[in-house]
């Protein structure tokens, strides 16, 4: 195992209150929530990436498949649905 390290960063009380409560309900430490971020900059990972981004884009000008039900998003997509 690596040696570790200890780094302060200065951030709103709010904000570290909301992230605590997000990794409590992922169940996950919050120190493991931000290394995980930090690698996935260091590794070039965006978050959503390219692809989703132009989804979210396309999607909110009024772009991209509309569906009335789940039921119909599924049977477009061809998953079985059962109910």
Partial sequence: MSKTVSMTIKL??????????????????????IREFMWAEIEG?????????AAME???SGGGKRYATVDEML???????ER
């Fill in 58 to 60: 396309e999607s909110r």
């Fill in 12 to 33: 709103e009380r709010e904000l570290r209150d909301e992230f605590a409560a997000v990794a409590k309900r992922q169940r996950r430490p919050a120190s493991q929530l």
């Fill in 45 to 53: 990972v965006k978050v959503p990436n390219a692809e989703t981004r």
């Fill in 75 to 81: 049977i477009d997509l061809g998953i079985p649905c």
